[in-house]
């Protein structure tokens, strides 16, 4: 039906010629050809911002034409997904759902909660950003770096991580060999590039970032800078998340002084942790403390993971059993709970795992 229905639109187009500017009728029809080719034929297409095929032709290039053909084309292209009050239907910027998720299905993690919102929601508000946005997640396995990127990813974007706008780095995986360092730089240079070209809010994900070569880190620093552009691309949209395991014992020590004080985990500040994560990432013998990324001041934010306690297990146990749509009984929280590690071995006050294995242990107690 819609394709008879832009007979009489395209009769509409013949007989008011005159309204229109040909230049822009042909720019318009060459961006919905280049979206049809690259994401519906899966034509290999090459985005570049500059140019006015690439752009979403805006509502003034339909002003000549009768309202019911414009609802016409209108009803075709948001059924093709890029018709969004957003202006990017693949980016959501959801801050109400960030405040929510960190809130209720991160635990024991008050300063993640309230500097990663801030951050993020900042930045989101700030159309004139003077950089990207870089973030440095630190603490030991398990206790919600990978958990936080992915609902930062779910509540910034439609299809959260499965989004082309999002793309994560493993360093282990991607760049494996430091004898390829050269040849991982022009990779991931290209790839950050493409990335920003297809979506300029693109968000960045490097796991595992205290094992990153050097080499590669300075690589991307320009990325990462204070720029209008790069080579004519523009970066300040981009978010960078790096995850390490760097600090995790300084975290852990600070938390545990805490403890023995008798003063609340809740009473932990940045300034008692973002100084020492600081110092001690310069200090580590992985990639950052030999790069421009650090001595560049570039990272905004060094964001501390507290260790989780077992109050915190219990949580993540009923999170995991609500996700498989089961309510546990209190009792059976405790066992999940009591089957962790804790330490230190005196006062095994911290789970040595974190919530990382609870998804997979509870299958040991279910009936």
Known sequence: MILFSF??????????????QFDSIS?????????????????ECQPNQDDATQQVPTRELWAGFPQEYINVVHQWYCSLGQCCDTGDCRITNNMTGLARDLQMKLHGQHLVQSVVLKAIQGFINNPESNKPLTLSFHGWSGTGKNFVARIVADNLYREGVK??????????????????V????????EA???????CPQ???????AEKLHPGLIDAIKPYLDHYDNVDGVSYRKAVFLFLSNIGGATINDVALDFWHSGQNREDIGMEDLEHRLRAETVDSQGGFSQSELMSGHLIDFFVPFLP???RHVKLCA?????ARGLEPEEATLDEVAKAMLYVPKEERLFSAQGCKSIPQRINFFLP
């Open 318 to 322: 009923r999170d995991a059993y609500a």
């Open 7 to 20: 007979v009489p639109f395209f009769w509409a187009v013949s007989a008011n010629a005159d309204f229109f």
């Open 308 to 310: 989780l306690e077992y």
């Open 27 to 43: 720019n318009a029809s060459t961006y919905y050809f280049n979206y049809i080719y690259c994401n519906v034929w899966d034509g």
């Open 202 to 208: 693109t968000l960045f994900i490097f796991d595992e």
């Open 182 to 189: 050269d040849t991982y730089k022009g990779q991931l240079r």
């Open 163 to 180: 989004s082309e706008c999002v793309r994560l780095f493993i360093t282990p995986f991607h760049f494996p060999h430091a004898r390829l």
């Open 192 to 198: 950050i590039r493409d990335n920003v070209l297809r």
